[in-house]
């Protein structure tokens, strides 16, 4: 029978599987909108970039950037850029002379 | 290129009701300093997390950096008020430029990306789909294809057009979302809506062909 299956962390090779197979059926991680929630998001990138795990802190969200490309893309890419800082990684001056 | 030089060596540090303070009266010290936070995120970003730019002379990039975060600083002001202060300002701002970054480089990469050529010959579906481990044995093989034929057809019939179009870009081709919305008219929103209803349909279909999800994900494992 088709159950409420728990998301698998393992990818199946043909996205049409995978898509079919492993996708949750829980709507409100499916429609979860990353862009309506940016300043949650915010938050929950610098606690990331601090150290702290997205699945401890918030596993709807961490199941949705499963689904979702994009939105992980874009919260990858805000911790990427906080740990630069916090670091001290990033340029001094961009248009440095 | 790089130097290990904190940014708060070259700009005021401010709270975040400093921040909105200044940037209300546009304080014209306030708007250069977060633009060049800003134009760092990104210069960084674009030089070291995005391996599709390494071609990309320092000049190209530094350009890009700086037209992203002018038009995110824009974007920034036209929302300064939807601020709650429940992170970092700047982590805020950040998260606005890095979004902008994002889908202008998605946009340049899909440019001539159209989902009418994606759909055109109504072959959307492979006829077999990918799995893992050895090869099939005769019947398994012949097992696959007839579910993959239902497959297709729960395609053609259980899902509407636009279902059909969203489907085959994100899901089967991974193109992404803000391409696939702004093709169709619509939003990300929408569409994540759109592929549940889809998701939904297909999986009714096949239950009712007797096809549970246990027995086709052991037959393409």
């Known amino acids: 029978m088709w159950g409420e299956k728990p998301m698998s962390n393992d990818k199946h090779p043909d996205p049409l599987m995978d898509f079919l197979l492993n996708w949750t059926f829980n709507e409100e991680v499916i429609a979860m909108d990353c862009r309506d929630c940016c300043e949650q998001l915010s938050d929950l990138a610098e606690r990331v970039a601090a150290g702290e795990n997205l699945s401890d802190l918030m596993p709807q969200l961490e199941e949705h950037m499963h689904h979702w490309k994009d939105c992980r893309e874009e919260f990858e890419a805000l911790v990427a850029i906080l740990k630069a800082e916090q670091e001290g990684r990033l340029s001094s001056s961009p248009r440095k002379e | 290129m790089y130097g290990s030089t904190r940014m708060t060596d070259q700009t005021i540090e401010r709270t975040n009701d400093e921040w909105l303070t ?143 179009r969203a489907l085959a870009a994100i899901a089967l081709q991974g193109i992404p979302m803000d391409v696939v919305a702004e093709q169709m008219g619509t939003n990300r929103n929408a569409l994540y809506k759109l592929l549940h209803d889809a998701r939904r349909k297909l999986r009714a279909y096949l239950e009712a062909e007797g096809l549970s999800t246990d027995y086709i994900m052991t037959l393409f494992q």
Do not use: C
Not at chain 2, 39 to 59: H, N
Not at chain 2, 87 to 111: E, H, M
Not at chain 2, 132 to 146: A, K, L, M, Q
């Open chain 2, 22 to 164: 200044d940037l209300r009266a546009m304080q014209t010290s306030a708007l250069s300093d977060l633009r060049e936070r800003l134009q760092r995120s990104i210069l960084y970003y674009l030089s070291q997390e995005r391996s599709d730019l390494r071609d990309l002379s320092t000049a190209e990039l530094e350009q890009m950096a700086e037209d992203i975060s002018q038009d995110a600083l824009m974007r920034i002001m036209a929302n300064l008020e939807t601020f709650r202060g429940e992170s970092q300002f700047t982590t805020w701002a950040n998260r606005i430029a890095v979004r902008l970054a994002i889908s202008d480089l998605r946009r340049a990469r899909y440019k001539d990306f159209s989902l009418d050529d994606l759909t055109a010959d109504g072959e959307i579906l492979p006829a077999t789909a990918s799995t893992t481990g050895s090869p099939p044995n005769p019947e398994t093989s012949t097992e696959r294809n007839d579910v993959m034929t239902v497959i297709n057809r729960a395609f053609e019939e259980a899902l509407t057009e636009r279902q059909h």
